[in-house]
Nanobody
Framework: QVQLVESGGALVQAGDSLRLSCAAS????????MAWFRQAPGKEREFVAAIGWSGGSTVYADSVKDRFTISRDNAENTVYLQMNDLKLEDTAVYYCAADFSPGGRAHSVRGQYGFWGQGTQVTVSS
């Protein structure tokens, strides 16, 4: 079992940067593949980025590639999402997710992520 708590959401302007954090309670945090998803009003939850157990593998949605960077600190049980050049369409609730997969690589398969945080709101204004 793992509990996830996101933080860092805010109201920002287009072009700004923001870093989200997700703190995990797991004693074996490195056994989890971690990901960020987001859900905008009236839309389905969509994949944003994922990172493998060691940080050596990452996967990004095309819409955020080259703007967002996912990283993790296994010593601190934390995963981050650095978001640069934010756009209006990035407005959403951002969720942290964990997939218990020792030695696993990053992936975007939503159904394999069994643990979710409560989300943090990111609003981008013009």
């Amino acid at each position: 079992q793992v509990q996830l708590v996101e933080s860092g959401g805010a109201l920002v302007q287009a072009g700004d940067s923001l870093r989200l954090s997700c703190a995990a309670s797991a004693r074996t945090f490195s056994y989890y593949v971690m990901a960020w998803f987001r859900q905008a009003p009236g839309k389905e939850r969509e994949f944003v980025a994922a990172i493998g157990w060691s940080g050596g593998s990452t996967v990004y949605a095309d819409s955020v590639k080259d703007r967002f960077t996912i990283s993790r600190d296994n010593a601190e049980n934390t995963v981050y999402l650095q978001m640069n050049d934010l756009k209006l369409e990035d407005t959403a609730v951002y969720y942290c997710a964990a997939d218990f997969s020792p030695g696993g690589r990053a992936h975007s398969v939503r159904g394999q992520y069994g643990f979710w945080g409560q989300g943090t709101q990111v609003t981008v204004s013009s």
